[in-house]
């Protein structure tokens, strides 16, 4: 009874939910692409806390912080990665033509590129860009939420109509097509007296069908508000579809990475990539073994010449020349890798720099 009741309870507290496969702290610092971004995040939340977490120097209160930020980076890769399956070929086509500047980028590079590079830069602006990437994921699920929904389930509503009242859909279709107004009605007219129709009327509406000479008004009518809800909302689905299109067009060309990697294709020829560290990436760069920093002290001191015989500020100049060199030895590894790299470089700097050198 006891256990029984203790399981009551505990069904009533709110449920926590383990974190998605690869989204524990463990999982992220050591992905390479992860740790970079969560590296880039804790940059613009708390770049304190980052060093403690590359210093190995964490405090009581850190777990929390870093908890905290798990989850919004958790959160933000999770939205990337449902936008990445919204932006496929044919979704990226039918937005371009909603918006002709996209067009453009689309008949310049072709779909299929523009594609990956849209996915490749998806979440990194998650994190580095939140406000362009809200934009783009607010428009493509506005889109995708229409056209499962209102758009959807006016096709099932009309799809369900024409079979009812035995109207092929094709050619209901092919009627509403037409632009010039009066052979449209008269195409619907012609749907709304079909033989089957006929057949339906005279069993269902015997008087009605012989006063209008086989013409169904009721249905004829149907014809033509379905036709009217078919047009409106294709046009609201262009223009949310437009919407996306000048959304993507902005966040392309605003953006110089995605510029570049777009425009590469014209030429065949891809911009040069600048990759960036991870978490353990760049701690191997920037590992100091202290023991071979003496040796390589001792070699220094060997190569100049009368080293004990120079005065103290001649030592200090050797030595000072020593730590530069030691530094600028992971500078070039570092250059551009990204928050980790440069965390990482500092701390190495600044061990250097307090070594005793004897």
């Known amino acids: 009874m006891l256990d029984s009741f203790k399981k009551s309870k505990e069904e009533k507290k709110e449920q926590t939910t383990p974190p998605a496969q690869g989204h524990t702290l463990a999982q992220i610092m050591q992905d390479k692409n992860k740790s970079h971004l969560f590296g880039e995040l804790l940059n613009k939340q708390d770049k304190n806390l980052a060093a403690r977490l590359a210093k190995n120097t964490l405090t009581e209160a850190d777990i929390h912080r870093l908890e905290d930020q798990r989850k919004v980076f958790s959160e933000q890769i999770i939205k990337a990665e449902k936008i990445e399956k919204l932006v496929t070929k044919e979704n990226i086509i039918d937005i371009a033509r909603g918006y002709s500047d996209f067009e453009k980028i689309l008949n310049l590079v072709g779909p299929e590129k523009a594609v990956q590079v849209i996915k490749n830069r998806l979440k990194e602006m998650?994190?580095?860009?939140?406000?362009?990437?809200?934009d783009i994921s607010s428009a493509m699920e506005t889109v995708e939420s229409f056209k499962t929904g209102k758009y959807k389930e006016l096709n099932d509503k009309v799809e369900k109509f024409c079979k009812d009242n035995n109207i092929a859909p094709k050619e209901y279709l092919?009627?509403?097509?037409?632009?010039d107004p009066a052979e449209k009605e008269e195409a619907l007219k012609k749907l709304a007296t079909s033989p089957i129709s006929r057949?339906?009327?005279?069993?269902?509406?015997?008087?009605?069908?012989?006063?209008?000479?086989?013409?169904?008004?009721?249905?004829?009518n149907d014809l033509q508000q379905h036709g009217t809800s078919f047009e409106d909302?294709?046009?609201?689905?262009?223009?949310?579809?437009?919407?996306?299109?000048?959304?993507?067009?902005?966040?392309?060309?605003?953006?110089?990475?995605?510029?570049?990697?777009?425009?590469?294709?014209?030429?065949?020829?891809?911009?040069?990539?600048?990759?960036?560290?991870?978490?353990?990436?760049?701690?191997?760069?920037?590992?100091?073994?202290?023991?071979q920093l003496d040796k390589d002290w001792e070699k220094k001191k060997k190569a100049t010449q009368n080293y004990a015989r120079l005065d103290l500020a001649g030592q200090e100049a050797i030595k000072a020349k020593f730590r530069e060199e030691q530094i600028e030895a992971g500078r070039s590894e570092n250059e551009s890798k990204g928050i980790w790299a440069e965390i990482f470089a500092a701390i190495r700097k600044a061990f250097i720099e307090d070594k005793e050198l004897k």
């Open 126 to 134: 998650s994190i580095t860009e939140e406000g362009t990437f809200n």
């Open 174 to 179: 092919a009627a509403l097509a037409i632009e």
């Open 233 to 291: 909302s294709i046009k609201e689905l262009n223009d949310l579809q437009g919407e996306a299109g000048t959304v993507l067009f902005l966040s392309v060309s605003g953006s110089d990475t995605m510029r570049n990697n777009l425009f590469g294709e014209l030429t065949h020829e891809k911009a040069p990539e600048n990759p960036k560290s991870g978490f353990m990436e760049a701690k191997n760069v920037n590992t100091l073994d202290e023991a």
């Open 199 to 220: 057949t339906i009327n005279w069993r269902l509406r015997g008087k009605f069908f012989k006063e209008s000479g086989g013409l169904n008004n009721n249905l004829l």
